[in-house]
């Protein structure tokens, strides 16, 4: 069975950071995409980063290029989501998601998803 759950949310004031932990298992990372969405109240489900083996580098939205970092650990079946200088606009549920294939992760229709951890960025 294909799991995948996040941790890691909270609360934080502008300007600091959290590490989002996606735990995985049921699959393997190196034959699928992992992407990290986000959706905050009254807006639409946004893609801000992912990745896959098949990839130099992982892909990151302009929203967040320059201050979120993804990585994968092999040895724990964890992708992070390292979230840096974080403003309000942050604010969102954030969610992991996987999907098999190794291509175009940014607009993949992913077929696995997490339950979601809120991230609250205070003024």
């Known amino acids: 069975e294909v799991q995948l759950v996040e941790s890691g949310g909270g609360l934080v004031q502008a300007g600091g950071s959290l590490r989002l932990s996606c735990a995985t298992s049921g699959f393997r990372l190196d034959t699928h995409s992992i992407g990290w969405f986000r959706q905050a109240p009254g807006k639409e489900q946004e893609v801000v980063s992912c990745?896959?083996?098949?990839?130099?580098?992982?892909w990151y939205s302009d929203s967040v290029k320059g201050r979120f970092t993804t990585s994968v650990d092999n040895a724990r079946n964890t992708v992070d989501l390292q979230m840096d200088s974080l403003k309000p606009e942050d604010t969102a549920v954030y969610y992991c998601?996987?999907?098999?294939?190794?291509?175009?992760?940014?607009?993949?229709?992913?077929?696995?998803w997490g339950q979601g951890t809120q991230v609250t960025v205070s003024s």
């Open positions: 990745i896959s083996t098949s990839m130099d580098d992982p």
């Open positions: 998601a996987a999907d098999y294939g190794l291509y175009y992760c940014q607009t993949r229709d992913y077929a696995y």
